[in-house]
């Protein structure tokens, strides 16, 4: 029973009673506490007051002591009968460790000490010292409290003696024995008292370990308060202890001293009378409880019996005990509900009876279903692990039907063509696995794989005879009466079928029909993913020879034997043959090049005319591949060569595929066999797929050897051209030197003075003379760079001295043209090695073609170092250069190409020399340049250029 | 429903092992080993049924110290009390980790560095036994001339180091020449005293660690007036003694153990100092050696032998 009436009842009444007792004892709990906390408090403060007094007491009294020798006669008494009183003082006073007396002038005369020498007279000067200063003006002096050996806690007391000769005694008090005077204040059960100096220090705690450690009770919420505060009031505070503990603190202070005596008492301790009070009222709070539940039971129970009676009823037909009726005889809504509960009782005991039945039938048909998921998980685990063969799959099917569809016997039957046979068997009949029965609907796998369609036949005796007559027999023969037969279907086109079959007659339930059905699918399945994976294999196969191929030909790139050689092979190993050849056309006649196999093949010197009277022969002379199948059936006469050969040689079959480059037959390669037969579609594709690679092979080979025979000629041409260049060059050179020469003595007047026009065309023709050795000179170079003879001379060589020469050879054409010429060298450039003749050529050319093309403003030469190279710019404001022409006018003879340009002459040949000459120094000439706006170019050469630098050709 | 009444629950309380002290002493085990106890007893220990001792005594031969302190520490005993400085260095020798609660000159000897808040598994009382042997050297004076004192001194006891230092400085102040002679063994203790009494000092100071009562009974044969810190010395014929209280030594002892045993870290318990210093005379002696004691000495005196 859950939480029923009776609990809510007497839940409801126990918290009525609860609540008040409750609140009585909260209101009694509250004012106990109250007046027992004002009592406590009372306590405190007295107990603080008194407790103050007997510390204040225990000094006073030592004071009192030091005071019968404190007068002013004593300190004209012998050193002696002095010594003899401090020792006296001494033995009284035990808290007292050393008694000094100073003199009227503060001067040390005795000390007397329980743990070190008496010294008598030591005239020490102590006058400055506050016991001294304080004690003369207040007679009494107490020091701070201080530590010796940094634990033991020690007042200086100072009395003055009065008079005019009385001096002062001082004493050293050890404080520890202040602790008889605070263990024994007592306060409650576990109070205490404690005493801490003005700085808050620890002087005095029961505790005398705290008290040793120099323990500071700043720390304490009290303490700094109390310190805090100027008013001496004492004050009662809720705290806390050194442990942590709550404690009801009250405190006073010793004026005299500044110390402040604390007197705490544990608040668990002030709260014992409430905790005593609070059990009481438990007490009272449990008998209530106890009375209130009897009381409520009573009242409950009385409600509750015919409550429980229905409910114990509706219990057991609750538990299925459908047959119990329920019995109260109350007279009221009880009564009515009981009979409406028996009433329900029935109707449910009828609907019952019905639903067994149905669970029943439902668990057989699941477990059926169950069997066969089982069954059709085996199959697909069967065919999951059997990728490549078909026939563990099919014989899982056959056994799996033969369980599960309520048969004999199973047969699955396979399709070849127009006929079928059976290919795997389960059961004790009769089976014809291995013969082939013809495709028509007169059996029922017949019919079924013509139909594509489940046949059943539940009594074959009762079939039409004519139609059914191959049926029948079959059934008569092998002993079975009923037949089920579903096709296997792949695309819509049936590939097979499954057949059950059973000795008896009897129609098959449809669940059989529709399970014969999955089974035929999985069947189908299986077939299909053995034939998918022979696939695979088979392409994957062809793409290894094809890469196999491949690889031969990269790696013989000159030489077609091994290649040729490499497809014969991998020919027979993927076509599955045993022979092959590979012949190459000669004009009207072929010959083998490449063989493979057991076979006699032709020698390679041997040829034979191209006719179409051997495979290889057809191939090339049709450009389509031929395939004899069988030799000897062969037409003796049209095939006249292959019957020959074939007797030769000993094979019956052949097929060759043509080599075919630009629609011409360069060459066949053939599959031979010594057994006469077709081959298959696959053999002859692969066939076809090996001639189209031996021709790649072969144009390769082609190729490659044309192409390096075309390089070398060239390179040859080249030579020649360089050579005969240098050669010209220095041929024009010598008489063009002789004509300057003459030309120059005639205008020197070197032959007499010459007629006026006479010196002007003179002069004309020592000009262009001059421009033709320029130009003689330019190509000479080049041709001597082209040649590989231009040698650097390396030197060491100054860039501002190179600037100059080249600004000063260049000033007159500039200023003749109108425009400025400067230079700016960076200070302090090191000097460099390198051909100084040449760079300076080199910036000559720059500078001439800047003022050349520069027909306005200015050309600037810049000279600078960036890290182990030299920047030379020559900066122009002439035409620009195309971004297009940049690159082309450091080629020979390029300029660029418009008009304004070819008005000024040259040979192109001055950038395409100067950036031969940077890069022999292993440096580099660039441009930038912008239509209209002029051009930079800007050559970078190593500071330091290796000697003898040979020209790289 | 079940009745209404609590049960108060009862709990098996284990029976703990009772706590063992191990007491070591160098020199003369009484009244140390009296008090002790009888201080432990008045913290509310029974022997035997809350505490339980093993006591350990070199009997003045400090070569067996060693052996006994690792004994105790072998014995695992909850708290150590070594007595005397060369049972303190046996101490702390034999263990770095089990409480040990002293008394002697440890902070004369360096075994503690700080008194207030002292490191490591070491705390216990001491009293400034080196400054007052200054006190006891000039208390001598007042009986009778000295122009020369001696000092016998445990050659095997550290202690002897800062002792001698410190006599050696009051001497000085006092313009005494001081005589000093190391005892080796207990063996060669009586030859020291025969030749030191050839040497003709007026009186000899003793330290403790040498056996007070084999001393006191060897300086009285050869009639030589001695003197030590400790009140046994007096009683069993020395002259006197001026020095702490064994029986609040001992009340101390006992109250550090106290708070060992009952979970108390040593390095939480600072090492205290004897408040009490007493001058213990016997007057029997010094009629024996034919020493007229002064009433102002006598005066100090806190408890006179007759």
């Known amino acids: ?953 | 429903m079940g009745g209404a009444a609590a049960v108060v629950p009862r709990v098996a309380f284990a029976q703990k092992p009772i706590p063992r002290v191990g007491f070591l002493v160098a020199g003369d085990p009484e009244p140390a080993w009296s008090l002790f106890k009888k201080a432990m007893t008045g913290l509310g220990y029974i022997e035997g049924r809350t505490v339980a001792y093993e006591y350990r005594s070199a009997d003045g031969d400090g070569s067996q110290l060693d052996r006994l302190a690792a004994e105790l520490v072998r014995l695992k005993v909850d708290a150590i009390v070594p007595i005397l400085s060369p049972a303190i260095v046996a101490a702390r020798k034999a263990t770095s980790t089990l409480p040990i609660v002293f008394f002697g000159a440890a902070p004369d000897i360096g075994g503690v560095d700080n008194v207030a808040r002292p490191e490591g598994n070491l705390t216990g009382v001491f009293s400034p036994s080196s400054t007052l042997a200054g006190k006891g050297v000039q208390l001598f004076r007042a009986i009778k001339p000295t122009p020369a004192f001696g000092a016998i001194v445990n050659a095997q006891d550290p202690f002897h180091v800062p002792l001698l230092r410190d006599i050696q400085a009051a001497a000085t102040a006092e313009k005494i020449d001081l005589v000093s002679a190391l005892v080796e063994s207990r063996n060669t203790l009586a030859g020291t005293f025969e030749r030191m009494a050839e040497k003709k000092v007026s009186g000899v100071i003793v330290q403790p660690s040498l056996g007070l009562v084999a001393c006191a009974e060897i300086a009285l044969k050869l009639r030589l007036p001695a003197i030590s810190f400790r009140r046994e010395f007096a009683d069993a014929g020395g002259l006197y003694s001026y020095g702490a209280d064994p029986a609040e030594i001992q009340r101390l002892v006992a109250a550090a153990v106290d708070k060992v045993l009952k979970g108390a870290k040593p390095a939480s318990l600072p090492v205290q100092q004897v408040t009490r210093m007493e001058l213990i005379v016997n007057q029997r002696t010094a009629k024996a050696l034919g020493l007229t004691l002064p009433p102002m000495f006598l005066a100090q005196a806190d408890e006179v032998i007759e």
């Not at chain 1, 002038?105 to 200063?133: C, W, Y």
């Not at chain 1, 009676?309 to 019995?327: E, K, M, N, T, V």
């Not at chain 1, 100084?836 to 403003?857: E, M, Y």
């Not at chain 1, 020399?913 to 441009?927: D, M, Q």
Request: with cysteine; hydrophobic share 45%.
């Open chain 1, 1 to 953: 029973m859950k939480r029923g009436l009776f609990f809510k009842y007497v839940m409801a009444f126990v918290g009525l009673v609860t609540l008040v007792l409750v609140i009585n004892a909260a209101l009694d709990l509250s004012f106990v506490y109250q007046d027992n906390r004002r009592a406590s408090i009372d306590v405190q403060r007295e107990k603080a007051e008194a407790a103050s007094q007997k510390v204040e007491s225990f000094v006073r009294e030592i004071e009192h002591q030091i005071g019968w020798v404190a007068y002013p006669q004593w300190a004209a008494l012998p050193v002696e009968q002095r010594r003899f009183e401090y020792v006296r003082l001494q033995r009284q006073v035990p808290a007292i460790t050393e008694l000094t007396q100073l003199d009227r002038n503060g001067h040390e005369q005795l000390k007397v000490s329980r743990l070190s020498m008496d010294v008598v007279g030591s005239d020490i000067d102590r006058s400055a010292e506050p016991a001294f200063t304080e004690a003369i003006a207040n007679k009494v002096y107490f020091g701070p409290v201080y530590y010796r050996k940094e634990s033991e806690p020690y007042l200086s007391m100072a009395v003055a003696h009065g008079g005019r000769t009385g001096g002062v005694t001082v004493a050293e008090i050890n404080l520890k024995l202040i602790l008889d005077v605070i263990t024994q204040i007592k306060v409650g059960k576990d109070g205490y008292a404690y005493v801490v100096d003005s700085q808050g220090r620890l002087i005095a705690h029961p505790d005398i370990s705290l008290v040793l450690r120099g323990t500071d009770m700043n720390r304490l919420a009290q303490v700094a308060q109390a310190r805090a505060s100027e008013a001496s009031t004492q004050q009662v505070a809720q705290a806390r202890d050194l442990s942590g503990r709550d404690v009801l603190s009250a405190h006073a202070e010793i004026p005299a001293l500044k110390w402040i005596v604390f007197v705490e008492l544990p608040s668990n301790e002030v709260l014992q009378p409430v905790i005593n009070s609070g059990l009481r009222d438990l007490a009272l709070l449990a008998l209530g409880l106890l009375i209130a539940g009897a009381a409520a039971a009573w009242l409950a129970r009385r409600m509750l019996v015919p409550i429980r009676a229905l409910q114990a009823g509706a219990q057991r037909i609750g538990d299925g005990d459908l047959g119990h009726r329920i019995s109260i005889k109350s007279g009221d809504e009880l009564e009515a509900l009981a009979d409406q509960f028996n009433r329900s009782a029935g109707a449910l005991q009828e609907s019952y009876e019905t639903l067994e039945q149905r669970v029943d039938d439902r668990t057989a048909e699941l477990r059926e279903s169950l069997d066969q998921q089982t069954a059709t998980a085996d199959i697909l685990h069967v065919i999951s692990s059997s990728p490549t063969d078909v026939q563990p799959v099919l014989n899982a099917v056959v056994k799996a039907a033969v369980r599960f569809c309520g048969a004999t016997d199973a047969v699955i039957l396979m399709r070849q063509a127009e006929e079928w046979s059976g290919v795997a068997h389960e059961g004790p009949l009769v089976s014809a696995i291995g013969t082939a029965f013809p495709l028509n609907r007169e059996t029922a796998p017949g019919r079924s794989m013509v139909d594509r369609q489940t046949v059943h036949y539940p009594d074959i005796r009762s079939l039409d005879a004519v139609e059914h007559a191959s049926e029948r027999a079959h059934a008569e023969r092998m002993s079975f009466n009923a037949v089920l037969c579903a096709p296997l279907l792949r695309d819509g086109t049936a590939i097979g079928a499954i057949a059950l079959r059973r000795r008896e007659a009897g129609a098959f339930t449809p669940r059989q029909i529709e399970l014969l059905e999955s089974f035929a699918a999985q069947a189908v399945i299986a077939i299909q993913n053995v034939r998918l994976f022979t696939e695979l294999r088979e392409s994957l196969e062809q793409q290894t020879a094809t890469g196999e191929i491949l690889e031969v030909i990269s790696q013989s790139p000159t030489d077609v034997a091994p290649v040729l050689t490499a497809v014969a092979k991998a020919a027979v190993r993927f076509c599955g043959a045993e022979d092959a050849v590979i012949a190459i056309r000669y004009g009207d006649f072929w010959g083998a090049v490449a063989h493979e196999g057991p076979l006699t093949a032709l020698p390679p010197e041997a040829r034979l005319p191209i006719t179409r009277e051997t495979a290889p022969g057809r191939a090339m002379a049709d450009g389509v591949t031929a395939h004899l199948p069988d030799i000897e059936a062969l037409d003796p006469v049209e095939f006249a060569a292959a019957h020959r050969m074939g007797k030769e040689m000993g094979f019956r079959a052949a097929l060759g595929a043509p080599m075919m480059r630009e629609g011409v037959a360069i060459g066949a390669i053939a599959l031979r066999r010594p057994e006469p037969g077709p081959f298959t579609a696959r053999q002859i594709e692969l066939l076809e797929a090996f001639a189209a690679q031996a021709v790649i092979a072969i144009e390769n080979v082609r190729l490659f050897t044309e192409i390096q025979e075309k390089s070398r000629q060239l390179e040859i041409a080249s030579q020649h051209k360089s050579q005969f260049l240098a050669n010209m060059s220095h041929e024009l050179r010598t008489p063009l030197n002789a004509i300057l020469g003459y030309t120059e003595m005639m205008v020197d007047g070197l032959y007499g003075s010459l007629p006026e026009k006479a010196s002007t065309t003179l002069e004309r023709v020592q000009s262009n003379g001059k421009h033709l050795l320029g130009l003689i000179n330019d190509v000479l170079d080049l041709a001597k760079i082209e040649a590989g003879q231009l040698v650097l001379a390396v030197e060491p060589y100054v860039v501002g001295d190179m600037v100059t020469t080249v600004l000063s050879a260049t000033e007159s054409l500039a200023r003749t043209k109108g425009i400025g010429l400067s230079a700016t060298v960076a200070p302090g450039l090191p000097s460099g090695t390198g051909d100084a003749r040449r760079l300076t050529q080199v910036l000559l050319n720059l500078v001439g073609n800047a003022i050349k093309f520069t027909d306005k403003g200015s050309v600037e030469v810049r000279a600078a170092q960036a890290g182990d190279t030299f920047e030379l710019s020559v900066v122009d404001t002439g035409f620009g250069i195309a971004p297009e022409d940049q690159k082309k006018i450091f080629e020979e003879f390029q300029q660029v190409d418009n008009t304004s340009t070819r008005k000024k002459g040259g040979t192109g040949l001055g950038l395409s020399i100067s950036r031969k000459i940077v890069e022999l120094h292993g440096g580099a000439i660039t441009v930038e340049s912008e239509i209209g706006k002029g051009s930079t170019f800007k050559v970078t050469i190593p500071v330091h250029v290796a000697a003898a630098k040979e020209a790289a050709q």
